[in-house]
C-alpha cells in the first residue's frame, strides 16, 4: 500500500510568464502611472517575479514598449478600409485609432516617437491606409505627410477626452467674453460632449482638405 503524501494540486510555486501576461501588466502600469512607472523592477513585482526572471523573457524596456505597442494597435480598426468609400473608411479607422488611445492616454508620447520597424501590427496598420490613399490617387509623396497629419490629430484629440466638461466655462469672467460665453453655452445646449464635437468636425473638415489635395 502506498502511504506517501500525494502531490496537492493547485498554483505552480513560481509564477508564469509569458508576452501576453507580461505586456498586459506593462500595459495595466503605464496606463495607470505613465510611463515613468514603468520600470522592470515594478513591472517584475506587479508580476510576482524578480526581474532576473523577467529579463529571460523580454530583453529591455525599449522592447517590452515595442510589446505593448503591438498590443494596443491591434485595436484599431482598419478593416473598414476596401469596404466603405476612402473618405467614410478614414472616417472610421481615426474614430477607431481616437477612442483606442483615449483609454491610454499615458501611452501617447511614448507610442507617437516609437519606431514601426519592430511593429508588424503598427505597419500592417499604416499599410492598409496607404493602399487606400494611393488607390484613391493621392500621389505618393503626399501619403506619409496626410498620415501624419491625421495622427497628430487623433492623438491630440485622445487626450482633450480627458478635459472637465467646463474647461471652457468662463465663470466671473463672463461679461468680457460674452460672445465666446454664449458659444459655449450652445454648444452645451446640444448635449454632445465639446471633445466628440470638436473631433467629428474637425476630423471631417481634415479628410475633405485633404483628399482634396
Request: with cysteine; hydrophobic share 45%.
Amino acid at each position: 500500500m502506498d502511504t506517501s503524501t500525494p502531490r496537492r494540486a493547485g498554483r505552480p510555486r513560481t509564477a508564469v510568464l509569458d508576452r501576453e501576461r507580461i505586456t498586459s501588466h506593462a500595459l495595466t502600469l503605464v496606463t495607470e502611472g505613465g510611463y515613468d512607472s514603468l520600470t522592470m523592477q515594478r513591472l517584475a513585482t506587479s508580476l510576482g517575479v524578480s526581474p532576473s526572471a523577467l529579463y529571460n523573457h523580454v530583453a529591455s524596456k525599449h522592447d517590452l514598449l515595442q510589446w505593448i505597442q503591438e498590443l494596443v494597435m491591434d485595436d484599431v480598426d482598419r478593416e473598414c478600409f476596401g469596404k466603405l468609400p476612402l473618405a467614410q473608411a478614414l472616417e472610421a479607422w481615426a474614430t477607431s485609432y481616437r477612442n483606442v488611445f483615449a483609454r491610454h492616454i499615458p501611452l501617447i508620447p511614448v507610442i507617437a516617437v516609437l519606431p514601426v520597424s519592430d511593429s508588424p501590427q503598427t505597419l500592417s496598420m499604416y499599410e492598409q491606409v496607404a493602399r487606400a490613399l494611393e488607390e484613391y490617387g493621392i500621389p505618393e509623396e503626399k501619403i506619409v505627410p496626410i498620415i501624419v497629419a491625421l495622427e497628430s490629430f487623433i492623438f491630440g484629440s485622445a487626450i482633450d477626452t480627458s478635459a472637465p466638461q467646463d474647461i471652457f466655462a468662463t465663470g466671473r469672467h463672463e461679461a468680457a467674453a460674452q460672445g465666446f460665453s454664449r458659444a459655449v453655452a450652445a454648444q452645451q445646449a446640444t448635449g454632445v460632449r465639446n471633445s466628440d464635437d470638436a473631433f467629428s468636425l474637425g476630423l471631417r473638415a481634415m479628410i475633405r482638405g485633404l483628399l482634396a489635395g
